[in-house]
């Protein structure tokens, strides 16, 4: 089982220290960032330095942002970029990797985001995942395309518990047919219960949206749809997979074989 990585702990075998693979998630998930900007309807991406900024116009704060690549924020870049973004939509946040600065909670407030929150950034060697072996769950989960983008967008509302329309047009498109992105649904008696979404970007499997409708949870489909997105990773030569965790999802990853290697930090309106 995986445990929380200490100073100077490694989180991969054959990783020769925790930064290592801190950096390494972190450039497959703003790859997977910019790719998902750029395949979405009214997407929109900018770069700045070191900092990143792009929108999907989704009323999740987290889905439009500014977002620092480095460990050292580049200010003028965040601040250049914070201006851009929060004249496009009201729903936008800053993400931070690690710890942020005194100065750069300063900035945020300056463009009113004053909420502040840890977002945990997990991950795991392919080799080391631990997959359960033949589940009945498994049978609930297949891919979706494009053909079905409103009902995967149904049923991403329903499991997040989400205001209709929260996600606007984030899956619409041709997204669930690109070919580095992979949509998941998980269905009881033809009706969609939970999604999963999977990322392949930079040599690394990056998983999202995976949520489960109230009535279903507990019955091992938050797992079963995580698992179809990794192994599909596998399958397309990912050698780790990566993750962000919300608190309900943490101990199921960790039971997966997933470790934290690095926790940033979210600004957004309070």
């Given at each position: 089982m995986a445990k929380l990585l200490g100073e100077g702990e490694q989180?991969?075998?054959?990783?020769?220290?925790?930064?290592?693979?801190?950096?390494?998630?972190?450039?497959?998930?703003?790859?997977?960032?910019q790719l998902l900007c750029r395949v979405t309807p009214k997407g929109w991406y900018a770069e700045r330095g070191t900092a990143r900024a792009g929108l999907t116009h989704a009323s999740v704060p987290t889905l439009n942002g500014v977002l620092e690549t480095a460990t050292e924020p580049d200010l003028v870049?965040?601040?250049?970029?914070?201006?851009?973004?929060?004249?496009?939509?009201?729903?936008?946040?800053?993400?931070?990797?690690?710890?942020?600065?005194?100065?750069v909670a300063e900035l945020a407030a300056r463009h009113g985001l004053r909420g502040r929150s840890d977002l945990p950034l997990m991950a795991c060697a392919t080799d080391d995942i631990v997959f359960r072996a033949?589940?009945?769950?498994?049978?609930?989960?297949?891919?979706v395309g494009a053909a079905e983008s409103d009902?995967?967008?149904?049923?991403?509302?329903?499991?997040?518990?989400?205001?209709?329309?929260?996600?606007?047009?984030?899956?619409?498109?041709?997204?669930?047919?690109s070919d580095a992105i992979t949509g998941y649904l998980a269905e009881e008696s033809g009706s969609p219960v939970g999604t999963g979404l999977g990322m392949h970007t930079s040599g690394v499997i990056g998983v999202f949206n995976i949520a489960v409708v109230p009535s279903a949870r507990g019955r091992g489909l938050g797992r079963a749809l995580t698992e179809?997105?990794?192994?599909?990773?596998?399958?397309?030569?990912?050698?780790?997979?990566?993750?962000?965790?919300?608190?309900?999802?943490?101990?199921?990853?960790?039971?997966?074989g997933f470790a934290l290697v690095e926790t940033w930090t979210v600004f957004q309106a309070a």
């Open positions: 989180a991969f075998r054959g990783e020769p220290d925790m930064s290592t693979t801190a950096d390494q998630m972190a450039t497959a998930y703003f790859d997977a960032i870049a965040i601040d250049e970029l914070a201006t851009e973004v929060s004249r496009q939509t009201p729903h936008w946040s800053i993400i931070i990797r690690g710890a942020a600065s005194d100065e033949g589940s009945a769950q498994q049978a609930l989960v297949r891919r009902r995967y967008t149904d049923a991403l509302t329903r499991s997040f518990e989400a205001p209709d329309g929260a996600f606007g047009p984030l899956m619409g498109g041709a997204v669930l047919d179809a997105a990794l192994r599909d990773g596998v399958t397309a030569g990912a050698d780790a997979a990566y993750l962000h965790a919300s608190p309900m999802g943490r101990p199921l990853y960790e039971a997966m």
